[in-house]
């Protein structure tokens, strides 16, 4: 029986040319060229580089071939993986490179009605974009918790529970206690009320046009006949006024009786 004879082992160089001879044949087949890209004819080998994956990634988004995607992913992989482990190592991230790098040629695979061949760099520049969202889904997914296998349910729904859904006994406690907060800010609405009510007439126009319509002083102290600084020591007073007498009734309330019954007469 003959021995086995291994198949030849091309060089990368080799390789790469084979590649390269692939892809240029892929678009001929389709009538199309590199120099169909902008900028593309005429240039130098890394720019050929680089509008030859523009050119299959267009040839890809337009006719969605499945040779073509391949010739396109073993062409540009290795510029996809330095792509990854450079934003990995700027960033300090310890994420599995080749996890994202797959995440990111599936996504090239399902949206390249979103490529457009502007330029020979144009992949380049897209597929980077692509490479850099992967990392940051990546990192939304781990602070969102473990991601468990899925044919493990039972160990799903024990470890990761919905973390938006409260406990009854704390959804109680926070509904008390925003009663109970929208129950004290009606109160000091009212003995604000109060305490406004207590203010001359003058006092309460005023604060009313500048507090409540915006008016500006200058636009105020015209209609009162009066300069800008009086009246600005008019509202000063008056806001010195009502602060005053909410912490008199406040500071005076015990178990909230007295302020109670200081809102008991506005009824």
């Not at 080998?45 to 680089?50: C, E, L, N, R, Y």
């Not at 009854?168 to 009510?197: M, T």
Request: with cysteine.
């Amino acid at each position: 029986m003959p021995a086995s004879v291994a198949p030849p082992v091309l060089d990368p160089a080799d390789a790469r040319a084979a590649l390269r001879a692939r892809g240029v044949a892929l678009l001929r087949a389709a009538g199309r060229g590199l120099e169909a890209i902008p900028g593309a004819s005429g240039a130098d080998g890394p720019v050929q580089d680089a509008a030859l994956a523009t050119s299959l990634m267009d040839l890809y988004r337009c006719t969605g071939d499945g040779d073509v995607f391949e010739c396109l992913v073993q062409w540009t992989a290795p510029g996809l993986a330095r792509r990854v482990r450079s934003r990995l190592r700027t960033m300090g991230l310890a994420s599995d490179a080749q996890e994202v790098l797959q995440d990111a040629i599936v996504n090239i695979y399902r949206y390249p009605d979103r490529f457009r061949a502007s330029r020979p760099g144009a992949f380049a520049a897209w597929s980077s974009t692509i490479v850099d969202n992967a990392i940051r889904r990546q990192l939304r997914d781990r602070r969102r918790g473990p991601v468990l296998a899925r044919e493990d349910p039972d160990l799903l729904l024990r470890d990761c529970a919905d973390e938006w859904i409260r406990e009854p006994s704390r959804l109680v406690q926070d509904r008390e206690e925003c009663e109970a907060a929208a129950s004290a800010y009606a109160l000091l609405l009212q003995i604000y009320l109060l305490a406004f009510g207590t203010l001359s007439d003058r006092e309460r126009f005023v604060l009313e046009m500048v507090e409540v319509r915006g008016r500006r002083y200058a636009e105020l102290a015209s209609v009162l006949a009066m300069r800008p600084e009086a009246l600005k020591m008019v509202v000063f007073r008056a806001r010195k006024r009502v602060l005053d007498r909410l912490g008199t009734w406040l500071a005076g309330a015990t178990g909230g009786s007295r302020a109670s019954a200081a809102v008991a007469g506005l009824h």
